[in-house]
């Protein structure tokens, strides 16, 4: 009978079959345990860990890419509807519309359409529907016409690897061409950074010109190094068929266009490259983070795309613009699609972050020059209170870089020296003096190669010719880059692991922009978290409720609407007019006394400066990312306390599981999982304890011992004498390792290949030594069991 079948039993002996008997192809429409995330990572230490991944049993195609239903089963004990809830959890989350839960007695149906007389209907296995009858109900429901199919059933490109898309990757490209097919001519699309949007851009114009509804394609971005690494990377299919417009050529011939807007619009004299092209020359336009220009309707990009029109216009961008005077939502319509940064992070695509604030004194309390006090050019400061944000814009106190350079040394020599490192500045001046501070302050380290710390900024030549060699992870050099606005946005740094904010950043756009430098993750280099040092105060923006919500329509009053005036410009200070073309990071005049420090011909306040005000670090306070997506702000041991109380109520039920738990490794992991922070909770409350006193004391309030405690406490037992010498030899050492290291590091067998242990033999004689693996086994827990007597 099939009750006492298993889950893979029931899923071999009945359901596939009745798959292939409704006429569903095993090898092309049905894949089964579809893993479709990463599993969050949970970072301990210098090694990480990764939740439990989400996986589909079955996910049935029309084609491939093309998902129509998720059917979850379950064993033969269960009900037939028992699957049911977490396979509409797992269908809203992959965008498939029919849902199945199965125990292999028959299926319960659920219609996410709204198209069947009965949401849900229970089946027999006979019954289960035919690959045409649930495609023709998908068409239904999505209003889809034969002209319309005949795109949205063209092929992914395949390199042949059988790598497919990430599943919100899927639904970015098949809602975009589907919303095009049906004749939409606007569309956005917002994805985290380091998601992969320019994969999405390729496969969504591959799919519109092999299907031929879109021949003549212009991918538009605003950096040279994009469009560049776009040609190179995911647009390399296109061959000779793709073009790049540069030296203000035009050549007719080719069929996808890249182009960066500045080179298409050009000076006075030069302008309008683009009017070269007739209006229906293209007829579809892809820009690449459309949050930087497309959004304002007086902007360079607004032009481009007003001249062509008739083009179908898709905005990609992580982060829309959203403020009173800009708006992507406005031009573009709703996004079809939002993948942000915390389901990002909490799929495992993304790394999670911690934070580091730092208050400076003079940050606080401001500074006031005495009467008639003149800076060290000798022009005299005008009196007033100079704060945070007058710092280094107006008023340059010089032992305040000194002493956030020393900061963010401390941190790496602490950590690893050669960490990638991404430093932003106030502006180019700014990026100077951070520079000199930072090498001198890793003078030997500059003194093995000049181009450890590098000035990345738009008006230094050397700098920027070191941006690529920044981003490859397998080169050594550049370590530090010191920017202002250059690397805000489509730096891809993969291997980026710190992030130094020292520049005054009120937009929340840039915000996120400057963010996504750090959670890329690369396994190869193993990163897979970054840390992000504040000194501005910059990551309060973390707790603003836009900072990973969906975008909100600011609406915009036209001619003889109501006026509501401003409360904030988003942007005050922040970007250069977007109409010139960015040299990002203003220009390389900026600083001088009564100089234009930013290069845009706007008069300035002169900027006065002072190398003899004291100034220090008054606290520093380390935030975490919680389970929730948002920073902990409450202290670390009451947010262990409150996790651990989550899983074990009470310390019986915590002393009873470490007890039972044949490997402490596994509980250990399971407490990571949770979210329990134990490296940094053993950096605040003691690094001589292990995982278990850890717990005991600061979620269940007891007295803790040490390691060397609890070594001392077995020693005194005289607990070895049973065993043979060489055999007492080795767990003395294993008890030492632990007083040492902890016990994690004594479970593996592997240890016995190591120092002090191959002293007594190969890892063979040593088990040998106990009577065998099984014996050597008992004989270690038995010493655990010893360690935790005393609990």
Not at 27 to 54: D, L, N, P, Y
Not at 381 to 401: G, H, M, S
Not at 627 to 650: A, C
Request: hydrophobic share 35%.
């Amino acid at each position: 009978m099939a009750k006492k079948l298993s889950e893979r039993d029931i899923c071999t002996k009945f359901i596939t079959p009745a798959l292939i008997n409704a006429g569903w192809d095993l090898h092309k429409q049905i894949r089964e345990e579809v893993t479709f995330t990463a599993g969050r990572i949970v970072v301990k230490g210098k090694r990480h860990v990764r939740r439990k991944s989400k996986r589909a049993d079955y996910i049935l195609f029309h084609k491939p890419n093309l998902p129509l239903a998720i059917i979850e089963a379950k064993d033969g004990e269960s009900s037939v509807g028992s699957g049911m809830q977490q396979g509409l959890e797992y269908a809203e989350a992959l965008d498939i519309p029919f849902v199945f839960s199965s125990n292999g007695k028959g299926f319960l149906f659920h219609d996410r359409t709204g198209l069947s007389n009965q949401m849900e209907k229970e089946l027999k296995l006979e019954q289960f529907p035919s690959p045409e009858m649930l495609w023709n109900m998908y068409k239904q429901w999505k209003g889809i016409d034969e002209n319309a199919e005949q795109v949205i059933t063209q092929e992914y490109y395949s390199d042949g690897s059988g790598k497919t898309p990430r599943y919100y990757q899927r639904i970015s490209i098949n809602r975009t061409v589907e919303a095009i097919a049906k004749g939409q001519d606007r569309a956005l699309l917002v994805s985290a950074t380091g998601t992969g949007k320019t994969f999405i851009a390729f496969q969504i114009i591959w799919r519109l010109w092999k299907s031929r509804m879109k021949k003549r394609i212009l991918f538009l971005a605003d950096r040279n190094i994009l469009v560049d690494q776009t040609m190179a990377n995911d647009f390399k299919h296109f061959g000779d068929k793709m073009t790049k417009i540069k030296n203000r050529k035009v050549d007719k011939s080719y069929e996808i266009y890249l182009a960066l807007y500045q080179a298409v619009t050009g000076t006075d004299d030069m302008k309008n490259i683009y009017k070269e092209f007739s209006p229906d020359f293209f007829d579809l336009i892809v820009i690449d983070e459309a949050h930087r220009g497309s959004a304002k309707e007086d902007s360079a990009w607004r032009d481009i795309l007003e001249y062509f029109s008739s083009a179908t216009q898709i905005g990609l961008t992580a982060t829309p613009r959203e403020t009173k005077e800009v708006s992507n939502i406005d031009y573009f319509g709703e996004p079809i699609y939002t993948y942000s940064l915390k389901q990002g992070i909490d799929d495992g695509f993304l790394a999670p972050y911690r934070v580091i604030r730092y208050t400076i004194d003079r940050d606080v309390d401001g500074w006031r020059p005495t009467k008639g006090q003149r800076d060290k050019h000798g022009n005299e400061i005008e009196d007033r209170i100079y704060n945070a944000k007058d710092f280094d814009r107006n008023l340059v106190l010089e032992q305040r870089t000194v002493q956030v350079a020393k900061k963010v040394t401390e941190y790496l020599k602490k950590t690893d020296r050669f960490q990638k490192t991404i430093v932003f500045c106030v502006n180019i001046k700014h990026t100077e003096r951070m520079r000199e501070a930072l090498v001198n302050e890793n003078q030997d380290l500059v003194k093995e190669s000049h181009k450890y710390i590098m000035q990345i900024t738009g008006d230094n030549d050397e700098g920027k010719a070191e941006l690529d060699n920044f981003i490859d992870p397998s080169s050594k050099y550049p370590v530090i880059a010191v920017t202002s606005k250059l690397m805000t946005t489509g730096v891809d740094a993969q291997t980026c692991k710190l992030i130094v904010l020292d520049s005054n950043i009120n937009s929340m756009t840039e915000f996120k922009q400057i963010i996504g430098r750090g959670t890329r993750v690369n396994v190869e280099y193993g990163k897979f978290s970054f840390t992000i040092m504040d000194f501005r105060n910059v990551t309060n923006l973390f707790a603003d409720k836009d900072f990973d919500g969906d975008p909100v329509q600011i609406y915009v009053p036209k001619d003889g609407d109501d006026l509501v005036p401003p409360d904030i410009d988003e942007d005050e200070g922040i970007d250069e007019p977007i109409d010139n073309p960015p040299s990002f990071g203003g220009s390389g005049n900026g600083g001088g006394v009564g100089e234009d420090i930013y290069g845009d011909g706007w008069e300035k306040p002169r900027t006065y400066y002072v190398n003899s005000v004291p100034v220090q670090v008054i606290n520093e306070r380390v935030q975490y990312y919680g389970d929730n997506g948002e920073l902990i702000t409450e202290s670390l041991t009451d947010y262990t306390k409150k996790t651990v109380q989550k899983e074990f109520r009470t310390l019986d039920d915590f002393i009873q599981s470490w007890s039972k738990a044949d490997k402490k490794d596994a509980i250990i992991e399971e407490l990571l999982e949770q979210g329990v922070l134990l490296d940094e909770l053993q950096e605040e409350v003691g690094k001589n304890y292990d995982p278990f006193d850890l717990i005991c004391h600061v979620a269940f309030e007891q007295k803790p011992l040490t390691r060397k405690e609890r070594a001392n406490n077995v020693k005194k037992r005289d607990y070895f004498a049973k065993y043979s010498e060489t055999a007492r030899a080795v767990l003395e050492a294993l008890l030492e390792k632990y007083a040492d290291e902890g016990i994690e590091h004594i479970e593996s067998i592997e240890v016995l290949k190591l120092r002090p242990f191959d002293e007594h033999g190969s890892l063979m004689e040593i088990i040998k030594s106990f009577g065998g693996k099984k014996q050597y086994l008992q004989a270690v827990q038995e010493l655990e069991q010893q360690i935790y007597m005393t609990a």
